[in-house]
Structures are given as structure tokens and as C-alpha cells.
């Protein structure tokens, strides 16, 4: 099993930033892929961005140049770093985790965070 601890969300202005991090814990020798989707009431979740673990990216498109994926390998870390901020980008936003590999050779896959708020308005 695999635990993601989010944090970071919170109420900021248009224009502002914030930076999101998951931490993923649970005997865990390497993961393959790890990302941040979002949704909002009454919409599917989507995808926001992923990074493997030779950290190629992918971002959505709406928010290529705001947005920074990155990750700290040693620590089991993803983040986001979120710019430019605007109303549309309100939402609940979960961390995923895809291949991981545990201490032992036990492979797992498809976790899911607890979704931290983030909420743009004036």
C-alpha cells in the first residue's frame, strides 16, 4: 500500500501563486510516474500534469507556462508550482502515482491522494 500526503492548497488572489507537494510513502524502492489532476463539482477529473521518473513532463494544455511539475526522487516528492493564477484554475487538485516499485520487488500501481482545495478569487 501507498500513502499520498498533500498539502499546500488555499485561497490566492488572481495573478498569485502556489506550490502543491505530495509525499508518497510506503516502502517504496522507486515510482515510475507521479502527477496532479483537478476537478471541480459536477466535472470529470482531469489531468493537469505528470512527470516519469526520468522526469520527461506532459501539461495540459491550459496551463503550459504557468505551471511547473517537478519531483524529488529521494524523498518520494512531487510538486507543483502554480503561477499566473487565474479564477478557472479553482478546483480540487489530487496527486497520482503510477508504478511503484516496493523494498522486496512487489509492484503496485494507481494511487490516489486525498485532493487538497485550491480556490483563485478576489
Known amino acids: 500500500q501507498v500513502q499520498l500526503v498533500e498539502s499546500g492548497g488555499g485561497l490566492v488572489q488572481p495573478g498569485g501563486s502556489l506550490r502543491l507537494s505530495c509525499a508518497a510513502s510506503?516502502?517504496?524502492?522507486?515510482?515510475?510516474?507521479m502527477g496532479w489532476y483537478r476537478q471541480t463539482p459536477g466535472k470529470q477529473r482531469e489531468l493537469v500534469a505528470t512527470?516519469?521518473?526520468?522526469?520527461?513532463?506532459n501539461y495540459a494544455d491550459g496551463v503550459k507556462g504557468r505551471f511547473t511539475i517537478s519531483r524529488d526522487n529521494a524523498k518520494n516528492t512531487v510538486y507543483l508550482q502554480m503561477n499566473s493564477l487565474k479564477p478557472e484554475d479553482t478546483a480540487e487538485y489530487y496527486c497520482?502515482?503510477?508504478?511503484?516499485?516496493?523494498?522486496?520487488?512487489?509492484?503496485?500501481?494507481?494511487?490516489w491522494g486525498q485532493g487538497t482545495q485550491v480556490t483563485v478569487s478576489s
Open positions: 510506503g516502502r517504496i524502492f522507486s515510482i515510475t510516474a
Open positions: 512527470i516519469t521518473i526520468d522526469g520527461s513532463t
Open positions: 497520482r502515482v503510477d508504478g511503484v516499485r516496493h523494498t522486496g520487488g512487489v509492484y503496485s500501481t494507481g494511487y
